[in-house]
């Protein structure tokens, strides 16, 4: 059985600032990141869609160590943000001082655009995530 | 299905980085456990051994085969479990179906695992493969940022204000290094016993909110355990624990887990099939050796496993609830705050505890008065991957 999104197209829409999703034939739910059956029903019969990207930080942590090779990138903030149409996901949160971010950050609305990561010796190539930032 | 029982266990300290390669170190678990079992190598049916992230820390795969045949158990079936940090549970939890089964009738299982020889930027990354690599590491996630986010959910979830809960958070920490620090194969034996919260609160930050004293150090160690039929139990030790309840349970990446979060579905539902199958309650468990990777961790576990309700685990820990002589003893071992978390032995290191602490063999300042019954909990990953096992005395 074919997926209809796989990683990499998900991948190469996310640099574009287009977040790919999957909608659920059976019962509606949305599902990204991408799977091969819904995160519901396990239902295989989805249609891409293209969701809108915005929502809200559900939670949220600034990095202080970090792994080897992403050294520089300290001090970051993480963010897992709820979207308008259901799932979480993960991405990191600019526009902030990261050594400020507290829990007032916690229901924040936030937009969406993209990072890459340009991958290391174990990551198989690079790999987009979403990048937000405050709503005001 | 047989009654399963351990008739004999083996561990060797945890520590920092040490010059033992992990089939050494498996090996000289495998070995304390074969000879108090009163066993030789080749009564050994079938080995079941976890380990992580050996290719990483030593170049060093399929370490199961390896350490089979340094020990003498030749030409025996050696299986190698990975489940992130949960992996000696797994391994554990095959091996009794395999003797529960009645085709193995003595087996081998354990872990082992090198992470502190890594070094903390090798082993973040390497700990950070757990999390999903596609969609959640090129975000910069680690394993204590997991945790930290957590926390963060956890004190908006239940309206705890933060400072009250990183305080709480602290008290679990206190805690493990209390007990940690007499157990002489702790990574911190002799050590911290005089933390305070203000220390804890105030040592240096990984991952907002979490400070080092909220983190488990990398270690490395080794354990391992003798399971036997019951009817080869009996003719070996006057001892036998029985393992009467086993549960695990898989989950995908954190974000896909969030409908529970911060409580973690996969614990509830592995540690449901365990209670059902040993016929018992939580409040029957006399003590639990549970994952406490991040003080955080042990929060949510203890809620998850119905210990404590949700929300209220903090000020169980305060109340000295979460304790020897409290509801529960939580982490009598010092936990893998304390006693250290060479992840790939882990769940084993929690087993070798839970059978000693039921034979009153620990030292008395952290011994549980007259347990009866035990229970294991281990995770890996975000919840990826979850093991728990409960024990009974078989006298
Ligand atoms: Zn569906």
Not at chain 1, 44 to 60: A, Y
Not at chain 2, 216 to 221: E, I, L, M, V
């Amino acid at each position: 059985m074919e997926h209809k999104l796989i990683f990499k197209d998900y991948n190469e829409a996310l640099k574009q600032n287009k977040l790919l999703g999957l909608k659920c034939r059976a019962c509606g739910a949305i599902t990204v990141p991408p799977k091969i059956v819904c995160r519901q029903c396990a239902s295989p019969d989805m249609d891409v869609i293209e969701l809108k990207g915005s929502g809200k930080i559900r939670t949220f942590t600034t990095v202080f160590v970090a792994s080897e090779g992403r050294e520089d990138e300290v001090p970051y903030t993480i963010v897992m943000v709820e979207l308008d149409d259901g799932p979480w996901i993960m991405g990191n949160l600019e526009g902030i001082d990261p050594k400020e971010a507290s829990m007032e950050l916690v229901g924040k609305k936030v937009k969406m655009g993209h990072k890459v990561f340009p991958g290391d010796k174990y990551s198989a190539g690079e790999g987009a995530r979403p990048l937000f930032s405050l709503v005001n | 299905m047989k009654k399963v029982a351990v008739v004999g266990v083996g561990e060797t300290k945890f520590s920092g980085p040490q010059d033992m390669t992990e089939v050494e170190l498996f090996a000289e678990a495998a070995m304390e456990a074969i000879t108090e079992s009163n066993l030789k190598p080749k009564d050994i049916k079938a080995l079941f051994v976890g380990n992580a992230l050996g290719d990483f820390a030593e170049g060093q795969g399929m370490v199961q085969s390896l350490a089979a045949e340094n020990i003498g158990c030749l030409y025996v079936p050696a299986t190698r479990y990975e489940g992130a940090c949960a992996s000696a549970s797994m391994a554990i939890r095959d091996a009794c179906m395999w003797v529960a089964s009645g085709y193995y009738d003595i087996v081998l299982a354990g872990g082992v695992e090198r992470a502190a020889t890594m070094g903390t930027g090798l082993a973040t990354r390497t700990f950070a493969m757990f999390s999903d690599s596609r969609y959640e590491y090129p975000a910069g996630i680690t394993f204590p940022a997991v945790f930290a986010m957590l926390t963060h959910l956890y004190a908006d979830t239940y309206k705890i204000p933060l400072q009250k809960l990183r305080e709480q958070m602290a008290r679990v920490s206190i805690q493990s290094y209390k007990h940690g620090s007499v157990n002489p194969r702790a990574q911190f034996y002799g050590k911290n016993a005089d933390m305070t919260v203000e220390k804890v609160l105030g040592s240096f930050v990984v991952s907002t909110p979490l400070t080092l004293h909220d983190c488990c150090p990398f270690s490395d160690g080794a354990a391992a355990v003798v399971l036997a039929s019951e009817e080869v139990a009996s003719k070996l030790t006057g001892k036998p624990v029985y393992v009467t309840g086993t549960g695990q349970s898989s989950c995908g990446p954190l974000g896909n887990q969030s409908d529970y979060l911060p409580r973690i579905r996969a614990r509830e539902i592995s540690s449901q099939r365990a209670y059902e199958m040993a016929g018992v309650k939580p409040q029957d468990i006399d003590l639990c050796e549970l994952h406490d990777c991040f003080s955080i961790a042990s929060l949510i576990a203890a809620e998850s496993l119905g210990f404590f309700d949700y929300g209220t685990a903090g000020e169980a820990w305060e109340k000295g609830e979460a304790d020897i002589g409290g509801k529960t003893a939580v982490n009598p071992s010092g936990g893998l705050k304390s006693k250290g978390h060479p992840i790939g032995a882990t769940g084993a290191g929690q087993v070798y505890e839970v059978v000693r602490q039921l034979r009153g063999e620990v030292e008395p300042e952290r011994q549980v008065p007259d347990a009866k019954i035990g229970m294991t909990d281990t995770l890996g990953g975000d919840g990826g991957t979850l093991v728990n096992m409960i024990f009974e005395r078989g006298w």
